[in-house]
């Protein structure tokens, strides 16, 4: 069967109705998920296809592709328009870690960024057998039909509704298959049909397909006769009711906790980007009553009046102010605060309420709801090994602060609650290294931080003794709660914090981080009163880490004990920060600023990436000026004979088609050999043609002259040039 040979105005129309058919799996992506920038993917379709038509060399294809998939990830992650060095090693290296994760298999932990780079991995693969489906298989029938199954399954399964999707598909997709059925046919007949002829052969499919499908799409339906598979499904599988239910929690902030456990709904859905150079906690709120069940605030909270732009709190420590950016995309009841923060700076003139018992800011005349941003000044807190360690149980009596609150427990908890506590914290004698033994005791012995599987207590049963003693599985709730009562079971005065993890960092050149902290990082941890150091964060659950600071500075009498005692750790941190403090040499500063420049001044890329890609399609449509030339220096390495000759009539051959003389396969080489005799004058083309023809259907390679026929088809194609 003879392959077909497309014109490119065909394939025009065919890369574009593909476009359009890809298009239907982005829209229920987009519905169903937070998938952003879809514009990027389309577009990089339109580049992949155009870069097809031009019929550029793989690597130059290949090239142009990645630059674009980089440039991409930098407009989608670090919200800069032009590439960087900098962040271009960023993702480098966040591809390295998660190609590992990935052969581990730890799907789960791949960053959003690596997520992104395997989609466009996955287009680009549907892309390249799209063109292989078109161009070489003249069929698109299968992606058609995956197209379709894909399409209905979401619409069964999920809230997308594929009602106008899917007679969009089926008009796109008819017209794709009847052209290439209608091209494919024309193939196999030997027949060669320009695009007006195609069109015109198109044409009654097209209309009738177009009339069924719009006649299809406004004609009455009757309902469906089995109206929700689903339930049905579900109790074939035996999962009926372990399924998500609509009464299940989902992922979030929540100011009811006076019910504890259960499993949720994992939400991936944005709350806030933060930009901030460093990770950091954002804390929302504190509650003191535990009920057995759950937190409440028990102790009515006192109010204070403040100002955004006005300086609210004393720093904790003397140390650099720092700046957090919050953008958010959807409201919170309270303000999401770092630990430390000492002024809410922007936007100014504004009224906050302060809750100071349930450390809750919010803002007044019904903008709380509508804030979308606001800037926070902090100190992060930063706390002294040797200080931590002298405050002792009996230092809680010269406390100032009424802190009976905060021992508060259940007079219905059991006492084996009590009895691991105390079990746990007898060895110790400092009131932080009681602490430290209880948030460790959970890694230690048997627990899992576990989302689904997470029992509610019963009516009679405590939400911490279940926890501690017959599930042990879990997420913050179980893990911040239980080591916040285990506290208060040996009198140290202990609050339960909500609020939001760090989230995942995105990196940005201009030295700041962006973390986007989603409906996922809402998270619990706790509090814990020290003598003379005042509140401390915790966290007790296994696979976060509280971001505090520690100054190990402790005296020792022996310098050797201390020596001992003292953490590698900051040995480490100290000797990666000694580098810092050497003076760079003022050339040096000089090649730096200027390279700051350089990569700061987005034309450049501009006129770069024009450049690159005008040589490129400079380069390659005049490839048969510059191409003889090195085809004849590239085949005078060889030995004269039967594969060299070979080759050179066949570059001979291809050279005339890209002057605009090919061979029409009806044609005898006899014949072709006349017409190209006829152009550039002279019997060059016959006599190779002679040679050729002896020597292909004659067998005869041993008489050739071969070197008068090096120099005539050196000359011929030579010819071809001028």
């Not at 990830?73 to 032009?82: A, C, K, P, S």
């Not at 309902?223 to 009711?241: H, K």
């Not at 730096?592 to 024009?610: C, D, G, N, P, R």
Request: glycine letters at 4%.
């Amino acid at each position: 069967m003879k392959k077909p040979v497309l014109n490119w105005k065909v394939l025009v129309f065919l890369y574009a109705l593909s476009v359009v058919l890809l298009w239907e799996w982005f829209i229920p992506i987009m519905e169903l998920t937070d998938f952003g920038h879809p514009s990027l993917f389309i577009i990089y379709l339109v580049l992949f296809f155009a870069l097809a038509l031009l019929r550029l060399p793989w690597w130059i294809s290949g090239a142009i592709q990645i630059l674009y998939v980089v440039w991409a990830i930098h407009y989608m992650y670090f919200d800069r328009l032009w590439i960087s060095i900098e962040t271009t090693g960023y993702i480098w290296q966040d591809v390295q870690q998660n190609v590992l994760l990935l052969f581990k298999g730890d799907l789960g932990e791949l960053s959003n960024l690596f997520r992104t780079v395997l989609l466009f991995t996955l287009v680009w693969m549907i892309a390249y057998l799209l063109r292989h489906w078109i161009e070489v298989r003249s069929s698109m029938m299968m992606f058609f039909s995956f197209t379709i199954v894909f399409v209905a399954l979401l619409d069964t399964f999920t809230p997308y509704d594929a009602t106008s999707s899917i007679v969009r598909i089926m008009i796109v997709g008819l017209v794709i298959v009847g052209t290439l059925t209608l091209i494919k046919l024309s193939g196999e007949k030997g027949l060669s049909l320009r695009p007006k002829k195609i069109l015109l052969l198109s044409l009654p499919v097209i209309l009738i397909v177009v009339f069924v499908g719009l006649l299809s799409r406004n004609a009455p339906v009757y309902p469906p006769a089995w109206p929700d598979p689903v339930p049905f499904l579900l109790s074939l599988s035996g999962v009926e009711d372990k399924g998500v239910d609509k009464g299940q929690a989902r992922a979030g902030y929540d100011p009811n906790d006076s019910q504890l456990g259960g499993a949720f709904v994992q939400d991936n859905q944005l709350v806030f980007e933060a930009s901030v150079k460093q990770r950091q906690y954002w804390r929302i709120e504190t509650k003191d009553t535990y009920t057995s069940k759950g937190w409440i605030q028990d102790q009515e909270s006192m109010k204070e009046l403040l100002d955004t732009g006005e300086d609210l709190w004393d720093p904790l420590v003397d140390g650099q102010v720092s700046r957090a950016l919050l953008d958010f995309a959807e409201p919170l009841p309270f303000l999401a605060t770092p630990y430390g923060a000492t002024k809410i700076s922007s936007p100014e003139g504004l009224n906050l309420m302060h809750e100071m018992e349930a450390n809750r800011l919010y803002l007044l005349m019904g903008l709380q709801e509508k804030i979308k941003q606001y800037e926070i000044e902090f100190v992060e807190p930063t706390y002294i090994m040797s200080d931590l360690q002298k405050a002792e149980m009996v230092n809680y009596e010269t406390v100032p602060e009424d802190l009976t609150s905060y021992v508060q427990l259940p007079d219905e908890l059991p006492e084996r609650v009590k009895e691991l506590a105390l079990s746990i914290t007898e060895n110790e004698t400092a009131v932080y290294d009681k602490v430290k033994a209880v948030e460790q005791y959970f890694k230690k012995n048997g627990f899992v931080y576990e989302t689904q599987n997470v029992p509610v207590p019963d009516e009679e049963q405590d939400y911490v003794d279940q926890f501690l003693f017959d599930t042990k599985k879990g997420y913050c709730d179980n893990f911040s709660t239980s080591m916040a009562v285990m506290l208060r079971s040996v009198d140290i005065p202990t609050r339960w914090v909500k609020g939001f993890a760090p989230g995942e960092m995105a990196f940005k050149a201009s030295g700041e981080n962006i973390y986007r902290v989603t409906n996922d990082d809402a998270h619990s941890w706790v509090e814990a009163y020290i003598p003379e150091i005042g509140w401390m964060p915790f966290e007790p659950t296994l696979g976060f880490t509280q971001p505090t600071e520690i100054e190990f500075d402790i005296s020792n009498e022996n310098p050797e004990e201390e020596e001992i005692k003292k953490p590698v750790k900051p040995e480490v941190e100290q000797q990666k920060e000694l580098p810092k403090k050497t003076k760079s040499s003022p050339a040096s500063d000089v090649f730096k600023q200027k390279l700051t420049w350089l990569f700061s001044q987005w034309w450049i890329y501009v006129a770069l990436f024009v450049l690159i890609i005008g040589a490129s399609v400079v380069i390659y449509s005049k490839r048969s000026n510059w191409l003889p030339k090195w085809r004849i220096k590239q085949l005078k390495k060889l030995p004269n004979g039967r594969v060299k000759f070979e080759q050179q009539f066949t570059q001979l051959l291809q050279q005339l088609a890209r002057t605009g003389l090919p061979k029409d396969t009806a044609m005898t080489l006899s014949n072709y050999a006349i017409l190209v005799d006829e152009r550039y004058g002279g019997d060059r083309m016959a006599v190779l043609t002679r040679a050729y023809e002896m020597g292909v259907y004659g067998n005869d390679w041993q008489s050739q002259e071969w070197d008068k026929l090096n120099e005539v088809w050196e000359d011929l194609i030579i010819s071809t040039i001028c």
